[in-house]
Antibody, heavy 127, light 108 residues
Framework: EVQLVQSGAEVKKPGESLQISCKGS????????IGWVRQMPGKGLEWMGI????????RYSPSFQGQVTISADKSINTAHLQWSSLKASDTAVYYC????????????????????WGQGTVVAVSS | EIVMTQSPATLSVSPGERATLSCRAS??????LAWYQQKPGQAPRLLIY???TRATGIPARFTGSGSGTEFTLTISSLQSEDFAVYFC??????????FGQGTKLEIK
């Protein structure tokens, strides 16, 4: 079964650092772009960035560039989303999702939808 | 800037009836448009990609149509499990993936 399994919920204080993870299984992890999506409480979906685990090529949404770091460890089929200094406004559910299905896709660009999603990681930041 | 606008924000429909959800893109996104369903407390689920192709396991009552700037998701004969929030998303402009703000489909 193709799946993405994310790390558990986190409760943090402002200024703290955090890394959450997304582990893929059931497919060749290095061959598919993985994206991260934020959903703030009661709000819609916001695309944050994507990474190609095969070579760690990473692209960011302009809204999140410099605010987070996306990385991948292909030896353990896992992508990460990292903050160096959390803010209360980072409180949200974060999803990882695979760019899959039909459509042109290579290691340098991809025209596909997010076909497999992780279950989400709740991040709560409060003093 | 790529903007995806969904309408209406909330749609009230009775079970068994048809629901029609709209998504407008600016600028054109060709056919690189997906629809997702999200139920409370769950991750989004891919319903439609390439504007009109149902994803694996999606019932035939879900139909996507349109191209360019105007897209529609039609759900014929609504079932109880279809009441959820629906998002459209464009993936035409690498590496930007823009979502619409969502339409909440509620029971009338």
């Amino acid at each position: 079964e193709v799946q993405l399994v994310q790390s558990g919920a986190e409760v943090k204080k402002p200024g703290e650092s955090l890394q959450i993870s997304c582990k893929g299984s059931g497919y060749i992890f290095t061959n598919y772009w993985i994206g991260w999506v934020r959903q703030m409480p009661g709000k819609g979906l916001e695309w944050m960035g994507i990474i190609y685990p095969g070579d760690s090529d990473t692209r960011y949404s302009p809204s999140f560039q410099g605010q987070v770091t996306i990385s991948a460890d292909k030896s353990i089929n896992t992508a990460h989303l990292q903050w160096s200094s959390l803010k209360a406004s980072d409180t949200a559910v974060y999803y990882c999702a695979r760019l899959g299905g039909v459509g042109y896709c290579s290691s340098t660009s991809c025209s596909r939808a997010f076909d497999i999603w992780g279950q989400g990681t709740v991040v709560a930041v409060s003093s | 800037e790529i903007v995806m606008t969904q309408s209406p924000a909330t749609l009230s429909v009775s079970p068994g009836e048809r629901a029609t959800l709209s998504c407008r893109a600016s600028p054109s996104v060709g056919s690189n448009l997906a629809w997702y369903q999200q139920k409370p407390g769950q991750a989004p689920r891919l319903l439609i990609y390439a504007a009109s192709t149902r994803a694996t396991g999606i019932p035939a009552r879900f139909t996507g149509s349109g191209s360019g700037t105007e897209f529609t998701l039609t759900i014929s004969s609504l079932q109880s499990e279809d009441f959820a929030v629906y998002f459209c998303q464009q993936y035409n402009y690498w590496p930007l993936y823009t979502f619409g703000q969502g339409t909440k489909l509620e029971i009338k």
